[in-house]
């Protein structure tokens, strides 16, 4: 057994670990003599190039100045500044789309920007791209856009449609089966037209809009009605769209020429640049209404860090200058075709010459500006629901607009409101307090005991306490500050002030029938997973248990899901779930002949997608564990037994059962818990809970209600539940299984 | 052919049968990787597809032997090609072989500090009777237990007033103490298959209690620190949500981090990603597949070793 080589290897790591401790230390300790300026923005991959050429450019005219840019996706980008500017750090500028004004400027995150520039400043932009909110200025725009169009194949399409009805008739003339086995090859139109945002222009082409002026949502309408009725007719009636697409699917399709038009942003021009023959148009008018759609048209730009003062806000307003000057822009009109949000720089002959920006300029005329309150994600939020029910066939037209209404007015209460301290505050401070008092006088004897044998066990003590210092220290302050949390108001509206309020949270969880109904999917999808990990595992592991052929290596094969990196398999998963092209459902069809099965629109199939994910996941885990366990049984036991004439299966439920249950349980538990709370595969395959976020599980509804509706206290509040509800099934379990025997 | 035989080879069959439908997703990234026109989506089934662009100056395809090209679709483009162009980009045109670079170091942190950190509490767990023994051990347990998503915000908080902000320090904390828990449980299970009577001997002969320990039962105890150190190099190697709130500095990402920043959210550079994919994965699967017989006699979750 002993290995000299592994074991040297070891001690040699332990000096090598010190060693680069001592370097970091070093390499942090140089300052730096520049000032840097940090942005963090969102942008697509090419034009994160062009913006480093322009900083590259800005540093080269002033040497004291250094600017360094972070990439973060949209999403990523809002959660991670809000925490940054929270615990009163960040960067000292922020690029993103303008709905990230409404949140950041309630939360008290970012400065108002007219207390900076002169209005001569803001003068020399297009309305849209100074965005204001509540009688202030916090953002200014580079570009403008981020709308919808309909792009069309020239090789197919030889005149767009000018309107609906034009376009279901060229749709149905280019939906055609080309090969002949029965099944549809090209489509006439393919769209995300499950996402809300690529279904909204059709709201306003049916003559009506998401929201009011003043903020409030406007979803129960008869142009809510009639669009829903619309899209599902394009679907059902006419045929012209797949049955299911997402955008990477619609993006593949109108690539390959899978796909003769396609709605999509002015963002994607760029991907089909010499791969398609295209050209750009407006969404069809709506023949019915003879009302243009109207795509969401907003403007992307800086804002600037509340924390920012002094000297380093006078440098940081002339980065700004800069990045939205007029020859920022023309570059970015130039080669990135990107609409500019200076009156001046629209008028350049870069722009007016320019045939894609011109083309695309016409939807913008039609367009809407994008609402920045915050409220508007509870309005996108709701209507995701609701509209993937009525594509999914679940609802009526009628009845999912009426109660995407109530929901977005329910979750704008819930977002927007500021729970005030309850009578039970008064005992949390007492009564907390007074328990650890009367807890450590309980204990008292066991913690001076503690420190008397402290002495007489050093060794042991010594052994053992830097890992549960570090335990501890990772996770007891994260703990206690999320019991605070929980207990407290903090949301949306109390970002920078909030205070504890009592037991109001855990209250409303308790009482929602929607928690016990997270909860009863979450023990489903942690017995089914835990069951078939088990099963899988241990089926496998006694059949790969004998002389075989070439035994290590399908032993190690079947290792391998476990060793890749999860969001990177399960984002694979995803795909091969895909209706149409997915390969599961091409394979079922080569092999089986079945038709496809709608995996990610429908909420069983969804789910079950999930489920199917983490069972291939974990079931390597449970394989080797039962296989370590398998080897430790003496064939002596199984011989004796067949001595006695004993059958096959007589012998695994007398021999191997019993002797693999030792080593199985625990690692039963810890499979439960991980299971519990996996919120990377239902995340990632239903793509956070679609369809109509029935697909959720309990980490991830506490995941979306904290992080997406800004909810944190109640989010604070859920995961402590969560908490308790695995810490009651871990002692029983434990108990009932006396697992402790053989573990502790 | 006797029974045993074709029982032995149906088992075999149906083995790799399983085997192939397991590696399948692992085999589809890969493909994916290989192509040039940065789709995701695609509704062939070939592992590598056949396509004009392999072509050589002759006509001569490089993967369809020479065959003629199929306009499938009738639309007068060709279907996707494949190579190994995004692998090339991923090396020289972006940040890949910095981010390898990180990763590794804050790998080797991770693993060393927990094979260290591990080792030792695993065998004061296993070998000694001390007072808070029981509830030190189910704490462990205990910290798997609270969903880690709501530990985000707390910890930024934490991390950031410590000033461990766009530090390694941090991440290497933070990391090591997260694999620790199943790690020391699992050194314990190993340690207390060892027959207590090798260190008593030991001691006999004079050892102190940290010789005995250093000397005799940790050589022995090869295997186990073997899985401890893939479940450290694991938690490091593949984790992106804590770095994603740590890091906040472009030349201080870990891999999986890198990889994200090909994604945005309605456009994602597929070739560059997947590529990537297939490169992080590489070191771990090979990890795991020259560590496999560790991972079976190491792996012992309390069971009772002869």
């Not at chain 1, 309408?221 to 619609?250: C, G, H, Q």
């Not at chain 1, 109660?403 to 005030?420: F, G, V, W, Y």
């Not at chain 1, 929607?514 to 997973?529: A, C, P």
Request: include cysteine.
């Amino acid at each position: 057994m002993y290995r000299p080589g592994l074991f040297d290897f070891m001690k040699s790591g332990l000096r090598i670990l010190f060693a680069c401790f001592l370097v970091i230390a070093a390499l942090t300790a140089v300052a730096d003599a520049k000032t840097r300026i940090h942005i963090w923005h969102q942008m697509l991959y090419e034009n994160r190039k062009a913006l480093r050429e322009m900083c590259d450019r800005y540093e080269a005219r002033h040497p004291d100045i250094e600017i360094s840019l972070l990439y973060r996706e949209t999403e990523e980008l809002r959660s991670n500044y809000q925490s940054a500017a929270m615990g009163g750090s960040g960067p000292e500028l922020i690029y993103g789309p303008s709905d990230q004004v409404g949140p950041f400027s309630t939360m008290g995150i970012i400065k108002p920007l007219d207390d900076i520039f002169k209005p001569e400043f803001f003068a020399r932009f297009v309305d849209n791209a100074v965005v204001r909110y509540k009688g202030r200025i916090w953002m200014i725009g580079d570009v403008m856009g981020n709308h919808l169009m309909l792009l069309y194949n020239r090789n197919l399409v030889k005149s767009p449609p000018e309107n609906t009805d034009e376009m279901i008739r060229i749709g149905q003339e280019l939906t055609r089966d080309l090969n002949g086995d029965g099944k549809i090859d090209q489509y006439g139109l393919v769209w995300n037209f499950t996402e809300p945002f690529f279904f909204a222009p059709w709201v306003g082409g049916f003559g009506s809009w998401l929201i009011t002026d003043d903020g409030q949502p406007n979803l129960d309408t008869e142009a809510m009605v009639s669009a829903f009725t619309f899209i599902k007719s394009l679907r059902d009636k006419y045929k012209i769209i797949p049955k299911e697409s997402d955008y990477e699917i619609a993006n593949a399709m109108f690539k390959t020429g899978a796909a003769a038009m396609i709605i999509n942003g002015d963002w994607s021009l760029g991907d089909y640049e010499g791969v398609v023959d295209f050209g750009i148009t407006r969404i069809p008018k709506v023949s019915a209404t003879g009302l243009w759609p109207t795509p969401m048209v907003s403007t992307k730009g800086y804002s600037i860090n509340v924390n920012v003062t002094g000297d380093l806000l006078d440098k940081c307003a002339d980065v700004i200058r800069y990045l939205t000057s007029d020859e920022v822009q023309y570059y970015y009109a130039s080669k990135l075709n990107m609409q500019p949000s200076s009156i001046a720089a629209l008028k350049s002959s870069a722009v007016t010459e320019n045939e894609e920006l011109r083309e695309s300029a016409k939807s913008i005329e039609v367009g809407r500006p994008m609402p920045v309150q915050p409220e508007m994600r509870a309005i996108w939020d709701a209507l995701r629901t609701q509209y993937q029910a009525v594509l999914g066939g679940e609802k009526s037209p009628e009845e999912a607009a009426r109660l995407s209404q109530l929901n977005a007015e329910k979750q704008i209460r819930d977002m927007n409101d500021i729970l005030d301290p309850g009578p039970s505050v008064i005992l949390i401070k007492w009564i907390l307090p007074l328990l650890l008092i009367i807890l450590t006088a309980f204990y008292r004897k066991q913690i001076v005991l503690f420190f008397r044998e402290f002495h007489q066990q050093k060794f042991a003590y010594y052994m053992l306490l830097p890992a549960v210092i570090g335990i501890f220290s990772v996770v007891i302050f994260p703990f206690l500050f999320n019991i605070m949390l929980s207990l407290s108001n903090f949301s949306l509206r109390t970002f920078q002030n909030w205070q504890l309020v009592g037991f109001q949270h855990y209250r409303e969880v308790l009482t929602e029938a929607r928690f016990y109904g997270i909860l009863l999917k979450t023990i489903i999808w942690t017995v089914v997973n835990i069951v078939f990990h088990v099963t899988l595992g241990v089926f496998l592991a006694v059949l790969i248990n004998r002389t075989l052929p070439a035994k290590k290596t399908l032993r190690t094969l079947m290792i391998i899901p476990w060793a890749l990196p999860q969001y990177i398999t399960a984002l694979t998963w995803r795909g091969m779930f895909n209706q149409e092209y997915g390969s599961i459902n091409l394979i079922l069809g080569r092999l089986f002949h079945l038709s496809p099965i709608q995996w990610l629109s429908q909420p069983f199939e969804a789910f079950s997608a999930c489920i199917i994910t983490n069972i291939w996941l974990g079931f390597p885990f449970m394989m080797v564990i039962a296989l370590g366990g398998l080897q430790s049984i003496p064939r002596e036991l199984y011989e004796a037994a067949r001595v006695d004439g004993a059958s096959r299966f007589q012998q695994f439920r007398k021999i191997t059962v019993p002797m693999l249950k030792p080593v199985m349980i625990p690692a039963i538990v810890l499979g439960i818990v991980w299971t519990f709370n996996n919120i990377n595969v239902v995340w990632l395959v239903s793509n956070a809970g679609e369809p109509s976020d029935q697909t959720h599980i309990l980490v991830s509804y506490v995941y979306k209600a904290a992080f997406n509706l800004y909810r944190y206290g109640y989010g604070a509040a859920l995961s402590m539940v969560i908490f308790l509800i695995l810490l009651i099934f871990g002692i029983f379990f434990m108990k009932k299984t006396k697992a402790t025997g053989t573990v502790l | 052919m006797n029974k045993h035989k074709i029982e032995t080879w149906s088992i075999f069959l149906f083995l790799t049968f399983f085997t192939l439908l397991t590696i399948y997703p692992a085999i589809r990234i890969i493909s994916i990787s290989l192509r040039t026109d940065n789709a995701f989506q695609t509704k062939s089934l070939a592992f590598i597809e056949r396509s004009e662009s392999f072509r050589d100056e002759n006509g001569n395809g490089v993967w369809d032997k020479g065959e003629p090209f199929d306009d499938d679709n009738h639309n007068g483009r060709r279907d996707a090609g494949s190579g190994f162009k995004a692998y090339f980009e991923l090396f020289t045109k972006t940040d890949f072989p910095r981010w390898a670079w990180n990763s590794f170091f804050v790998t080797l942190m991770v693993t060393l500090t927990g094979v260290l950190l591990a080792s030792t509490s695993g065998y004061a767990l296993s070998r000694f009777q001390f007072r808070g023994k029981q509830f030190t051990m189910l704490s462990l347990l205990t910290t798997q237990m609270f969903p880690a998503t709501m530990l985000l915000l707390p910890f930024f908080i934490l991390l950031s007033k410590l000033g461990l902000i766009n530090s390694y320090l941090g991440l290497i904390i933070i990391y090591s103490s997260t694999a620790l828990p199943f790690c020391i449980w699992q050194m314990k299970g190993y340690y207390d298959t060892i027959p207590v009577s090798l260190e008593e001997s030991a001691r006999l002969d004079g050892c102190s209690r940290f010789t005995a320990f250093y000397r005799i039962i940790l050589p022995l105890s090869s295997p186990a620190l073997v899985i401890t150190a893939l479940f450290s190099f694991m938690a490091s190697w593949n984790e992106y949500v804590v770095a994603n709130i740590i890091l906040q500095d472009p030349d201080l990402y870990t891999l999986p981090l890198g990889l994200k920043s090909f994604q945005a959210s309605l456009s994602t550079q597929w070739g560059l990603y997947s590529a990537g994919a297939v490169v992080v994965s590489i070191p771990v699967t090979i990890l795991f597949i020259s560590l496999a017989k560790y991972l079976v006699s190491g792996l012992t979750m309390g069971s009772v070793k002869g």
